[in-house]
Protein backbone atom coordinates (compact mmCIF):
# COMPACT_ATOMS: atom_id res chain seq x y z
CA UNK A 1 0.00 0.00 0.00
CA UNK A 2 1.02 3.94 -0.23
CA UNK A 3 0.74 5.97 2.72
CA UNK A 4 1.00 9.65 2.62
CA UNK A 5 0.86 11.54 5.76
CA UNK A 6 0.86 14.88 6.60
CA UNK A 7 3.79 15.77 4.16
CA UNK A 8 5.18 19.33 4.22
CA UNK A 9 7.72 20.15 1.08
CA UNK A 10 9.58 23.79 -0.39
CA UNK A 11 12.74 24.62 -2.05
CA UNK A 12 13.97 27.76 -1.20
CA UNK A 13 12.13 28.49 1.63
CA UNK A 14 8.91 28.38 -0.64
CA UNK A 15 6.11 25.72 0.57
CA UNK A 16 5.24 23.68 -2.76
CA UNK A 17 3.35 20.94 -0.70
CA UNK A 18 1.06 21.71 2.45
CA UNK A 19 0.51 18.91 4.39
CA UNK A 20 -0.88 16.78 2.03
CA UNK A 21 -2.36 13.03 3.01
CA UNK A 22 -3.84 9.87 1.11
CA UNK A 23 -3.80 6.23 1.49
CA UNK A 24 -3.63 3.94 -1.52
CA UNK A 25 -4.75 -0.02 -0.68
CA UNK A 26 -3.62 -3.01 -2.50
CA UNK A 27 -5.64 -3.87 -5.49
CA UNK A 28 -6.64 -0.49 -5.79
CA UNK A 29 -5.73 1.58 -8.91
CA UNK A 30 -5.69 5.67 -7.71
CA UNK A 31 -5.77 8.16 -10.51
CA UNK A 32 -3.48 11.30 -9.14
CA UNK A 33 -4.73 14.32 -11.22
CA UNK A 34 -4.20 18.04 -11.18
CA UNK A 35 -3.11 20.87 -13.77
CA UNK A 36 0.05 21.87 -14.37
CA UNK A 37 1.84 23.05 -11.33
CA UNK A 38 -0.35 21.19 -9.15
CA UNK A 39 2.46 18.78 -7.11
CA UNK A 40 1.93 15.64 -8.72
CA UNK A 41 5.93 15.13 -10.04
CA UNK A 42 7.11 16.57 -6.58
CA UNK A 43 4.86 13.80 -5.05
CA UNK A 44 5.97 11.13 -7.59
CA UNK A 45 9.66 12.15 -6.22
CA UNK A 46 8.76 12.12 -2.81
CA UNK A 47 7.14 7.98 -3.49
CA UNK A 48 10.39 6.92 -5.52
CA UNK A 49 12.71 8.60 -2.85
CA UNK A 50 14.37 11.20 -4.53
CA UNK A 51 13.24 13.54 -2.58
CA UNK A 52 12.76 13.73 1.27
CA UNK A 53 9.82 15.79 3.08
CA UNK A 54 10.33 18.57 5.56
CA UNK A 55 8.11 16.91 7.56
CA UNK A 56 5.79 13.94 7.63
CA UNK A 57 5.39 10.31 6.86
CA UNK A 58 5.64 8.39 3.06
CA UNK A 59 5.23 4.77 3.17
CA UNK A 60 5.46 2.38 -0.06
CA UNK A 61 5.04 -1.03 0.23
CA UNK A 62 5.30 -1.06 4.15
CA UNK A 63 8.50 0.99 4.01
CA UNK A 64 8.94 3.93 5.74
CA UNK A 65 11.08 5.78 2.35
CA UNK A 66 12.84 8.06 4.05
CA UNK A 67 14.06 5.81 6.90
CA UNK A 68 15.11 2.98 3.71
CA UNK A 69 15.22 4.09 0.43
CA UNK A 70 17.10 0.66 -0.99
CA UNK A 71 14.42 -1.56 0.76
CA UNK A 72 11.24 1.01 -0.37
CA UNK A 73 12.67 0.25 -3.95
CA UNK A 74 12.49 -3.34 -3.93
CA UNK A 75 8.43 -2.98 -3.32
CA UNK A 76 7.71 -0.40 -5.97
CA UNK A 77 8.28 -0.22 -9.58
CA UNK A 78 8.67 3.06 -11.54
CA UNK A 79 7.13 4.06 -14.73
CA UNK A 80 8.72 7.61 -15.37
CA UNK A 81 8.07 9.97 -17.39
CA UNK A 82 10.82 10.61 -19.15
CA UNK A 83 12.68 7.58 -18.84
CA UNK A 84 16.18 6.80 -19.70
CA UNK A 85 16.96 3.92 -21.34
CA UNK A 86 20.60 2.23 -22.68
CA UNK A 87 19.34 2.90 -26.59
CA UNK A 88 22.13 0.85 -27.62
CA UNK A 89 20.93 -1.77 -25.36
CA UNK A 90 18.54 -4.82 -27.20
CA UNK A 91 14.97 -4.94 -25.05
CA UNK A 92 16.21 -8.65 -24.39
CA UNK A 93 19.41 -7.32 -22.87
CA UNK A 94 18.03 -4.04 -20.96
CA UNK A 95 15.63 -6.48 -19.16
CA UNK A 96 18.30 -8.42 -18.39
CA UNK A 97 20.17 -5.87 -17.07
CA UNK A 98 17.19 -4.47 -14.57
CA UNK A 99 16.42 -8.02 -13.77
CA UNK A 100 19.83 -8.80 -12.64
CA UNK A 101 20.14 -5.60 -10.21
CA UNK A 102 16.83 -6.89 -8.60
CA UNK A 103 18.64 -10.54 -8.24
CA UNK A 104 16.12 -12.29 -10.76
CA UNK A 105 17.41 -15.63 -11.36
CA UNK A 106 18.55 -16.26 -15.21
CA UNK A 107 15.52 -18.42 -15.68
CA UNK A 108 12.34 -16.34 -14.32
CA UNK A 109 13.95 -13.46 -15.55
CA UNK A 110 14.45 -15.14 -19.44
CA UNK A 111 10.90 -16.27 -18.89
CA UNK A 112 9.44 -12.66 -17.59
CA UNK A 113 10.88 -10.70 -19.95
CA UNK A 114 9.81 -12.97 -22.71
CA UNK A 115 6.64 -13.05 -21.81
CA UNK A 116 6.35 -9.15 -21.83
CA UNK A 117 8.01 -8.69 -24.85
CA UNK A 118 5.37 -10.95 -26.18
CA UNK A 119 2.47 -9.31 -24.36
CA UNK A 120 3.58 -6.08 -26.35
CA UNK A 121 4.05 -7.77 -29.63
CA UNK A 122 7.70 -7.04 -29.61
CA UNK A 123 9.20 -10.56 -30.17
CA UNK A 124 10.95 -9.28 -33.40
CA UNK A 125 12.36 -6.48 -31.96
CA UNK A 126 13.99 -8.19 -29.10
CA UNK A 127 17.42 -8.39 -30.13
CA UNK A 128 17.78 -5.01 -31.95
CA UNK A 129 19.13 -1.93 -30.83
CA UNK A 130 16.45 0.31 -29.11
CA UNK A 131 18.23 3.33 -31.01
CA UNK A 132 15.78 2.56 -33.37
CA UNK A 133 12.83 2.69 -31.12
CA UNK A 134 9.63 4.93 -31.09
CA UNK A 135 8.73 6.54 -28.53
CA UNK A 136 5.91 4.50 -27.68
CA UNK A 137 7.84 0.93 -28.32
CA UNK A 138 10.76 2.36 -25.40
CA UNK A 139 7.60 3.09 -23.32
CA UNK A 140 6.47 -0.57 -23.42
CA UNK A 141 10.07 -1.53 -22.63
CA UNK A 142 9.81 1.06 -19.41
CA UNK A 143 6.51 -0.33 -18.51
CA UNK A 144 8.02 -4.16 -18.62
CA UNK A 145 11.23 -3.34 -16.92
CA UNK A 146 8.94 -1.61 -14.14
CA UNK A 147 7.29 -4.99 -13.89
CA UNK A 148 10.37 -7.16 -13.82
CA UNK A 149 11.00 -7.91 -10.30
CA UNK A 150 6.51 -8.42 -9.61
CA UNK A 151 6.59 -5.16 -7.30
CA UNK A 152 3.90 -5.33 -4.54
CA UNK A 153 3.41 -0.99 -5.89
CA UNK A 154 3.86 0.27 -9.20
CA UNK A 155 3.94 4.13 -9.65
CA UNK A 156 3.51 5.69 -12.90
CA UNK A 157 3.87 9.49 -14.28
CA UNK A 158 1.94 9.69 -17.38
CA UNK A 159 2.94 5.94 -18.86
CA UNK A 160 0.56 6.67 -22.25
CA UNK A 161 2.75 8.89 -23.51
CA UNK A 162 3.34 7.84 -27.21
CA UNK A 163 1.37 4.75 -26.98
CA UNK A 164 -0.53 3.94 -29.97
CA UNK A 165 -5.05 3.19 -28.85
CA UNK A 166 -4.27 -0.54 -28.95
CA UNK A 167 -1.36 0.04 -26.47
CA UNK A 168 -3.26 2.48 -24.41
CA UNK A 169 -6.04 -0.37 -24.17
CA UNK A 170 -2.97 -3.10 -22.99
CA UNK A 171 -1.83 -0.53 -20.50
CA UNK A 172 -5.72 0.02 -18.94
CA UNK A 173 -6.08 -3.83 -18.68
CA UNK A 174 -2.92 -4.15 -17.43
CA UNK A 175 -2.89 -2.18 -14.51
CA UNK A 176 -6.70 -3.62 -14.07
CA UNK A 177 -5.19 -6.80 -13.99
CA UNK A 178 -2.00 -6.60 -11.78
CA UNK A 179 -5.03 -4.74 -9.34
CA UNK A 180 -7.15 -7.75 -9.15
CA UNK A 181 -3.81 -9.95 -8.00
CA UNK A 182 -3.53 -7.14 -5.29
CA UNK A 183 -0.84 -4.83 -6.72
CA UNK A 184 -1.36 -1.17 -5.68
CA UNK A 185 -1.45 0.81 -8.52
CA UNK A 186 -0.58 4.65 -8.52
CA UNK A 187 -0.76 6.57 -11.88
CA UNK A 188 -0.01 10.28 -12.16
CA UNK A 189 -1.65 12.32 -14.97
CA UNK A 190 -2.89 15.66 -15.85
CA UNK A 191 -4.77 13.94 -18.55
CA UNK A 192 -8.16 13.49 -17.17
CA UNK A 193 -9.60 10.43 -19.44
CA UNK A 194 -6.50 8.76 -19.42
CA UNK A 195 -7.40 8.08 -15.33
CA UNK A 196 -11.18 7.69 -15.81
CA UNK A 197 -11.02 4.98 -17.37
CA UNK A 198 -9.06 2.55 -15.24
CA UNK A 199 -9.21 4.23 -12.00
CA UNK A 200 -10.85 2.92 -8.64
CA UNK A 201 -9.53 5.70 -6.80
CA UNK A 202 -9.28 9.48 -7.38
CA UNK A 203 -6.98 11.99 -5.51
CA UNK A 204 -6.93 15.38 -6.79
CA UNK A 205 -4.49 17.61 -6.37
CA UNK A 206 -4.27 21.76 -6.89
CA UNK A 207 -1.38 23.92 -5.64
CA UNK A 208 0.30 21.86 -3.38
CA UNK A 209 -3.25 20.25 -1.60
CA UNK A 210 -5.62 17.52 -1.68
CA UNK A 211 -8.90 18.71 -2.87
CA UNK A 212 -10.54 15.72 -2.96
CA UNK A 213 -9.94 11.86 -2.94
CA UNK A 214 -12.35 9.66 -3.45
CA UNK A 215 -14.14 6.96 -5.82
CA UNK A 216 -15.01 8.25 -9.40
CA UNK A 217 -18.86 8.31 -7.86
CA UNK A 218 -18.21 10.20 -5.04
CA UNK A 219 -16.11 12.78 -6.60
CA UNK A 220 -18.27 13.18 -9.03
CA UNK A 221 -20.80 13.84 -6.29
CA UNK A 222 -19.02 15.53 -4.10
CA UNK A 223 -18.33 18.45 -7.16
CA UNK A 224 -22.10 18.22 -8.54
CA UNK A 225 -21.02 17.31 -12.00
CA UNK A 226 -22.09 14.75 -14.46
CA UNK A 227 -18.56 14.06 -15.89
CA UNK A 228 -14.82 13.90 -14.26
CA UNK A 229 -14.00 16.78 -16.32
CA UNK A 230 -16.64 18.65 -14.80
CA UNK A 231 -15.83 17.92 -11.67
CA UNK A 232 -12.27 18.42 -11.75
CA UNK A 233 -13.03 21.86 -12.99
CA UNK A 234 -15.01 22.57 -10.54
CA UNK A 235 -13.39 21.26 -7.96
CA UNK A 236 -9.89 23.08 -9.14
CA UNK A 237 -11.68 26.14 -10.47
CA UNK A 238 -9.92 26.26 -13.34
CA UNK A 239 -11.50 29.02 -15.45
CA UNK A 240 -13.67 28.65 -18.62
CA UNK A 241 -11.49 27.40 -20.90
CA UNK A 242 -13.63 28.28 -23.52
CA UNK A 243 -14.72 32.23 -22.91
CA UNK A 244 -10.45 32.61 -22.12
CA UNK A 245 -9.64 31.05 -25.65
CA UNK A 246 -12.62 33.59 -27.28
CA UNK A 247 -11.15 36.88 -25.38
CA UNK A 248 -7.48 36.04 -26.57
CA UNK A 249 -8.36 35.95 -30.37
CA UNK A 250 -10.62 39.14 -29.64
CA UNK A 251 -7.78 40.58 -27.85
CA UNK A 252 -4.95 39.62 -30.00
CA UNK A 253 -6.53 39.70 -33.38
CA UNK A 254 -9.42 41.91 -33.05
CA UNK A 255 -12.42 39.59 -34.01
CA UNK A 256 -15.22 39.26 -31.49
CA UNK A 257 -17.72 37.18 -33.13
CA UNK A 258 -17.74 33.49 -33.46
CA UNK A 259 -18.61 32.44 -37.19
N1 LIG B 1 13.34 21.75 -7.58
C1 LIG B 1 12.44 22.72 -7.50
N2 LIG B 1 12.79 23.97 -7.09
C2 LIG B 1 11.88 24.96 -6.98
N3 LIG B 1 10.55 24.80 -7.28
C3 LIG B 1 10.15 23.59 -7.69
C4 LIG B 1 11.06 22.50 -7.83
N4 LIG B 1 10.35 21.40 -8.26
C5 LIG B 1 9.08 21.82 -8.39
N5 LIG B 1 8.95 23.11 -8.05
C6 LIG B 1 7.70 23.88 -8.05
O1 LIG B 1 6.73 23.12 -7.38
C7 LIG B 1 5.45 23.27 -7.99
C8 LIG B 1 4.90 21.90 -8.33
O2 LIG B 1 5.71 21.36 -9.35
P1 LIG B 1 5.46 19.87 -9.90
O3 LIG B 1 6.52 19.63 -10.94
O4 LIG B 1 5.40 18.92 -8.77
O5 LIG B 1 4.02 20.01 -10.59
P2 LIG B 1 3.22 18.98 -11.52
O6 LIG B 1 1.88 18.80 -10.90
O7 LIG B 1 4.05 17.75 -11.74
O8 LIG B 1 3.08 19.80 -12.88
P3 LIG B 1 3.04 19.30 -14.43
O9 LIG B 1 1.71 18.67 -14.67
O10 LIG B 1 3.20 20.60 -15.17
O11 LIG B 1 4.22 18.37 -14.64
C9 LIG B 1 5.65 24.18 -9.18
O12 LIG B 1 5.30 25.49 -8.81
C10 LIG B 1 7.14 24.10 -9.45
O13 LIG B 1 7.62 25.28 -10.02
Redesign the pocket.
Known sequence: MIQVDDVH?G??G?E??HGISFAVEPGRVAGYI????????????LLTGT?APDSGRVVVGGVDVAKDAVGAKRRFGFVP?HGHLYESFSPEEYLRFIGRMHGLGEKPLAERAGAMLSFWGLEANALQPMASFSKGMKQKVLISAALLHDPPVLLL??PLSGLDAYAVLQVRALLRALARQGTTVFY?S?LLDAVEKVADQVIL?RD?AILADGSPAQILEAAGEGSLEGAFSRLTSAADAEAEAEALIASAFGRAESI
Do not use: Q
Not at 34 to 45: E, I, L, Q, W
Open positions: VFDNILGPNGAGKTTTMRLEDESHIG
